[in-house]
């Protein structure tokens, strides 16, 4: 019997955040072990030229009111997307619905299908509860995705931090890392770990270049 979700009940993913439970016994219901510690992601050691996204996200800090979750998605979280996306030539999914059970709905704020990497905006910027929704979501996406990868990758960000969690699908662990990446202090890292989730294990992916 679930510990803390009603049964009658329809949760969606960003309902998760707003529940009253400690985030161990809302994911156990989901079949969903967590624990927190420091991981070794994968990271990129090409070239990079983030000069440019540095001047994009510094402006953005200069002269923008980074008060809303919109300004946060559009000023912060989506260029350093966009950048990601050029270097790996990879499609976002943006805003993606997914439906799996009545308590694994929702929409995918990223998603990059051909690595199965999600990123979500954490919800007033609270990285614990955005670590639920983004349990949630690897539960789900471990249910709905034909891929044979052992590991899902997710990141819960703010705009200014980003903390990265990868999903045990054999054993339905949710690792957190403990490391946060603060923007723009931490651009590069936080970029050579997003190109090497959505390069890794693709024998044919060619060396990283700048992008034109």
Same mark, same amino acid.
């Given at each position: 019997?679930?510990?803390?979700?009603?049964? @009658?009940?329809t949760y969606t993913f960003t309902r998760y955040t707003e529940l009253p439970?400690?985030?161990?016994?809302?994911?156990?219901?989901?079949?969903? &072990?967590?624990?927190?510690?420091?991981? %070794? $992601?994968?990271? %990129?050691?090409?070239d990079l030229d983030l000069q440019d996204l540095h001047l994009i996200l /510094?402006?953005?800090? *200069?002269?923008?009111?980074?008060? #809303?979750?919109?300004?946060? =998605?559009?000023?912060?979280? +989506?260029?350093?997307?966009?950048?990601?996306?050029?270097? &790996? /030539?990879?499609?976002?999914?943006?805003?993606?619905?997914?439906?799996? #059970? @009545?308590?694994?709905?929702?929409?995918?704020?990223?998603?990059?299908?051909? @690595?199965?990497?999600?990123?979500?905006? +954490?919800? =007033?910027? @609270?990285?614990?509860?955005?670590?639920?929704?983004?349990?949630?979501?690897?539960?789900?996406?471990? *249910?709905?995705?034909?891929?044979?990868?052992?590991?899902?990758?997710?990141?819960?960000?703010?705009? /200014?931090?980003? /903390?990265?969690?990868?999903?045990?699908?054999?054993?339905?662990?949710?690792?957190?890392?403990?490391?946060?990446? =603060?923007?723009?202090?931490?651009?590069?890292?936080?970029?050579?770990? $997003?190109?090497?989730?959505?390069?890794?294990?693709?024998?044919?992916?060619?060396?990283?270049? %700048?992008? +034109?």
């Amino acid at each position: 019997m679930p510990k803390v979700l009603d049964p @009658n009940e329809t949760y969606t993913f960003t309902r998760y955040t707003e529940l009253p439970y400690d985030r161990e016994d809302i994911l156990a219901d989901l079949h969903c &072990t967590i624990s927190s510690q420091t991981l %070794s $992601l994968p990271r %990129s050691s090409g070239d990079l030229d983030l000069q440019d996204l540095h001047l994009i996200l /510094q402006a953005a800090f *200069q002269f923008t009111t980074i008060s #809303s979750e919109q300004a946060r =998605r559009e000023f912060l979280i +989506a260029p350093i997307i966009s950048q990601v996306c050029r270097y &790996t /030539q990879q499609k976002v999914r943006v805003e993606y619905p997914l439906l799996v #059970s @009545n308590w694994l709905r929702g929409t995918l704020d990223y998603y990059f299908q051909a @690595n199965n990497l999600l990123i979500i905006e +954490a919800t =007033r910027e @609270n990285l614990y509860s955005g670590f639920t929704q983004l349990g949630a979501e690897l539960v789900a996406l471990d *249910q709905w995705t034909d891929s044979a990868s052992p590991i899902l990758y997710g990141a819960v960000t703010t705009g /200014q931090i980003w /903390q990265f969690g990868q999903f045990e699908r054999a054993s339905r662990h949710l690792t957190e890392d403990l490391t946060l990446y =603060r923007v723009p202090q931490e651009l590069e890292d936080l970029v050579r770990i $997003l190109i090497g989730i959505l390069t890794e294990s693709r024998p044919s992916a060619q060396p990283i270049s %700048s992008p +034109a």
